[in-house]
């Protein structure tokens, strides 16, 4: 049984936290949260009680935030955008067979194990993960924060396998030289 | 493209194999292939090392991520919500 009273004391908070880790825009979460509850009532005949009110309402606001994802994946945002802005986005260089350029060649990362525990570690993690391009940060919070299969993404945002590849592959080149650069020399 | 590279493999093509064993998405024959390369390649071998501390640290996150509350709606936006919902179902 749904009882919409209650909607708002219940489940506003869990699912405006749900749509900023997959957003990262608080006033795009709280809109998508909205549009949920509203969604919701329009479609409440819909309710046939296998799920339990919470999961429905999150499945809700999932097929929200894929639209708003597959909205970004079609426009502007290229393959190509990189975190730093930087125009240059080739980290190997085509004339000497795809070796790295040399000023992006990993460093070490010295004591990198115990490093990534600490709370500056983080911090540099989350500062360089919402420098990420859309389009690439898209795809890594399907994978990362909602641990999806590869299949079920491309289907979810109508890409190709190996563009799912080129994304992740440049998603985490940049990711790695961002921490180098902001964390691991700083 | 050199013939080496087809055995070796291409830095490109090493740290994209490099992201599909994280998913075990990688070939048997891939695999060897990415790991005689990374014996011989000490930037991707680096590459190999610090993507895996981000693969695991991106999975640590999301345990985490889903089970945190940390944002709250304010009192008035709430109020308001509610009083949406209910003229809504007055109709």
């Keep these: 049984m749904l009882n919409p009273k209650n909607w708002v004391t219940l489940f506003a908070d869990y699912l405006l936290n749900y749509a900023f880790f997959r957003v990262r825009d608080r006033a795009l979460a709280e809109d998508l949260m909205q549009e949920t509850f509203i969604s919701a009532l329009k479609s409440q005949h819909t309710y046939n009680g296998t799920a339990n009110e919470k999961t429905w309402l999150t499945a809700i606001l999932k097929n929200k935030i894929i639209d708003y994802y597959r909205s970004k994946l079609g426009k502007n945002s290229k393959l190509t955008d990189s975190i730093d802005g930087n125009t240059n986005n080739d980290f190997f260089n085509t004339e000497t067979s795809f070796h790295w350029f040399e000023k992006r060649q990993p460093q070490d990362w010295n004591n990198s194990d115990k490093a990534i525990e600490t709370d500056e570690f983080n911090n540099t993690f989350n500062d360089c993960m919402k420098k990420m391009p859309e389009k690439l940060a898209v795809v890594f919070s399907l994978k990362y924060i909602d641990d999806e299969a590869t299949e079920t993404i491309c289907k979810e945002v109508g890409i190709t396998t190996s563009n799912y590849w080129v994304i992740i592959h440049r998603a985490k080149l940049q990711l790695r030289e961002c921490l180098e650069k902001n964390w691991f020399k700083a | ?91």
């Design chain 2, 1 to 91: 493209m050199a013939f080496i590279h087809k055995i070796l493999l291409t830095c490109k093509d090493a740290t994209l194999l490099t992201c599909k064993k994280q998913e075990n998405a990688i070939s048997f024959k891939e695999n060897i292939q990415l790991k005689i390369h990374l014996l011989v390649c000490k930037f991707c071998a680096m590459f190999y090392k610090q993507s895996n501390l981000l693969h695991q640290h991106l999975t640590k996150m999301q345990n985490e991520n889903n089970e945190s509350n940390t944002l709250q709606l304010d009192e008035t936006k709430k109020t308001a919500l509610q009083f949406q919902i209910d003229a809504e179902l007055e109709k």
